[in-house]
């Protein structure tokens, strides 16, 4: 290698730092990050990057050859209130970076730098893809109607993770992490008087019982080999204290690893709620949207990524599966790649907390190995 990553990363350590915080301090949500998408495009600029925008997402190329490796970093914060006291909290009330987005975007711009400044000894084309609305907005879909996997023959991700301790990288091939749905709906029934339950149709304890039925589809219909989620997570009926209200309404979300198990979750529900409203007399409307596939990584990257891992003498350990999800899935689906992570979990500095937590942050001092792994990645896979 022409260059050392590792050491290269270190030099920029401080610049990763500050462009980290910077983030950190203006939070944007899913398809707002005007702000920081001009920063991440004005350093791009000056370092050389033909640069590609899809509304508030950048596709950035720099390099020429007959192999193409794309990175991807994403950008969007969430609606939390942070509760962190460091000089760096959010300045933007109601809006966080409370899942790491901010440290990815920073990890991607140093890497972008140190490719910028060594791209005479890269045999290739590298594609930056600094990316809008993963939280639930599906900003890798656009980025892809955009053209971001144009050309490309191999993608990899990162993501900081608060299960693995801090300054270990995280590889797995196979399933990662989960495909995702959302689910809403209403129990209909019949209104009335508090103390005259006989005269309606009380959609509270209807909806209870879906509820706990709700519960029976994995634990009950998926194979135990096999695994899914079904959680309720908000419901809403009533206002007053002595009247049965008309409608209960509920929603939550499903996770699951085969699309076989996705497709019985949605149809289970369906079923019990259709015939538990039936026996009460009840009626119900319900929507079901599948927001994110499973994130499945290639078994030929993933091997190539703890290659790249070893060369560099980093940390690294095979991550556990988690029933979160990523929009990464959708790149996967089109593009042999990877999806990896970097452990920021530091007990000392109490950064313990999980991710969309209020007081999540991550240790700002393993940032560089993310930036230099990336930088790796590229490299080798461009020989």
Same mark, same amino acid.
């Given at each position: ?38 920063? =991440? ?18 596709? %950035? ?29 959010? /300045?933007?009330? +109601? ?27 890269? @045999?290739? !084309? ?26 490309? @023959? ?66 009950? @219909? ?11 997570? %908000? ?11 008309? /409608? ?6 499903? !996770? ?28 119900? @409307? ?38 979160? %999800? ?23 500095? +109490? ?14 001092? =393993? ?15 461009? /020989?």
């Amino acid at each position: 290698m022409g260059f050392d990553p590792v050491s290269e990363a270190k030099r920029i350590e401080k610049e990763i730092i500050t462009w980290r915080r910077d983030f950190h301090m203006h939070p944007e949500l899913k398809y707002q990050e005007e702000r920081t998408s001009g920063i =991440v495009e004005e350093h791009l600029r000056e370092w050389g990057y033909r640069i590609k925008r899809v509304g508030t997402g950048i596709i %950035a190329d720099i390099g020429e050859g007959e192999k193409t490796i794309a990175l991807r970093a994403d950008m969007d914060a969430l609606p939390i209130q942070e509760e962190n006291d460091v000089p760096y909290k959010s /300045r933007v009330p +109601g809006k966080m970076h409370a899942c790491g987005h901010d440290a990815h975007t920073a990890m991607l711009l140093g890497t972008a730098k140190i490719i910028s400044e060594h791209i005479d000894e890269f @045999n290739g !084309r590298v594609r930056l893809i600094f990316q809008p609305a993963e939280e639930g907005g599906n900003g890798a879909v656009k980025m892809i109607e955009g053209g971001a996997l144009e050309g490309v @023959n191999a993608i990899f991700g990162f993501h900081v993770w608060m299960d693995l301790p801090s300054g270990v990288i995280g590889i797995r091939e196979g399933p990662f992490l989960a495909g995702a749905g959302i689910f809403g709906g209403e129990i209909i029934g019949k209104g009335g008087h508090g103390a005259s339950p006989h005269e309606t149709i009380d959609p509270v304890p209807i909806l209870a019982e879906t509820v706990l039925a709700f519960q029976t589809i994995v634990s009950r @219909n998926v194979d135990p080999i096999e695994t899914g989620v079904v959680s309720v997570t %908000a419901v809403k009926a009533g206002e007053a204290f002595n009247v049965i209200p008309e /409608r209960a309404e509920f929603k939550g979300t499903f !996770r699951f690893f085969k699309p076989e198990i996705g497709e019985l979750i949605k149809r289970r529900m369906e079923e019990i709620l259709d015939g538990i409203t039936r026996a009460h007399g009840a009626r119900y @409307n319900l929507s079901i949207e599948e927001l994110t596939l499973p994130t499945i990584n290639d078994k030929e990257m993933a091997g190539f990524a703890l290659k790249v891992a070893e060369k560099l003498r980093l940390r690294w350990r095979e991550v556990r599966p988690t029933m979160g %999800a990523e929009d990464f899935a959708f790149y996967l689906q089109k593009v042999p790649g990877a999806f990896l992570a970097l452990g920021i979990r530091n007990e000392e500095k +109490g950064i313990i907390y999980p991710h969309h937590h209020p007081k999540f942050d991550v240790d700002e001092d =393993v940032l560089y190995l993310g930036t230099a792994m990336e930088a790796a990645l590229a490299f080798d896979f461009l /020989r």
